[in-house]
């Protein structure tokens, strides 16, 4: 059974800091694996996609890495904001098309 | 913004009732996927419709059923309501063309209250 833990469950870093977001999975046996980001009570959004095929991506200050074969993800996140307070999650899609979810990783960022 | 779309918002039940929620999918999507995410929790796979029939399904017992409509729209209904049925619902919307790589889109959540 997939097993999805992200840690830190939270975490608190001063304005204008590098940062690493860790995920660890169970079952190498994944399509792809997804970073999302979560605001307070609200829907997820999509930062990064890594296709099983691929060791990692970047999308502006982002980058997330992919190493199936131990099972671990890193998201990556330069020159933090006060704006990227929020809720991280890790997901993996897994057989049958379905998502599993990490319980996410809660980052403030200090002003 | 994702194209993806849900309704209601919130939404206050009492237990014992029913409830539906509504997802209309992002445009050439054919896939839509419920997710049930409880506070501090990451979201929970309920189950996923593929060209109007279920196609997957989580660790949810039959009182949750959905519907896909030939738009690819969808509805998640909840019967009989408990308290531990409040949660945020989110729906995902994705291409299913033979593969399974596609990218999940996640519409805003419907955030449902059981009293």
């Known amino acids: 059974k997939q097993e999805v833990t992200q840690i830190p469950a939270a975490l608190s870093v001063p304005e204008g800091e590098n940062l690493v977001l860790n995920c660890s999975f169970t079952?190498?046996?994944?399509?792809?694996l997804q970073w999302f980001r979560q605001d307070p009570g609200k829907g997820l959004t999509s930062l990064l996609l890594?296709?099983?095929?691929?060791r990692e991506q970047t999308s502006g200050r982002l980058n997330a890495s992919l190493d199936k074969s131990s099972g671990r993800s890193t998201l990556y996140i330069a020159a933090s904001q006060p704006g990227d307070s929020a809720t991280y999650l890790c997901?993996?899609?897994?057989?049958?098309?379905?998502?599993?979810f990490g319980k996410g990783t809660r980052l403030h960022i200090l002003p | 913004e994702t194209g993806v779309t849900q309704s209601p918002t919130h939404l206050i039940k009492t237990r014992g009732q029913q409830v539906t929620l509504r997802c209309s999918s992002q445009?050439?999507?054919?896939?839509v996927s419920w997710y049930q995410q409880a506070l501090g929790q990451g979201p929970q796979f309920i189950f996923q419709?593929?060209?109007?029939?279920?196609?997957g399904r989580g660790n949810f017992p039959p009182r949750f059923s959905g519907l896909q409509f030939p738009n690819y729209s969808s509805e998640l209904n909840v019967n009989a309501l408990e308290l531990d049925d409040s949660a945020l619902y989110l729906c995902?919307?994705?291409?299913?063309?033979?593969?399974?790589?596609?990218?999940?889109?996640f519409g805003q959540g419907t955030r449902l209250t059981v009293v």
């Open positions: 079952d190498s046996a994944i399509y792809n």
């Open positions: 419709y593929y060209r109007e029939e279920e196609n």
């Open positions: 445009s050439g999507h054919n896939t």
């Open positions: 890594i296709q099983s095929s691929q």
């Open positions: 997901a993996v899609k897994v057989g049958d098309d379905k998502i599993i």
């Open positions: 995902a919307s994705s291409f299913n063309a033979g593969t399974v790589n596609t990218e999940a889109f």
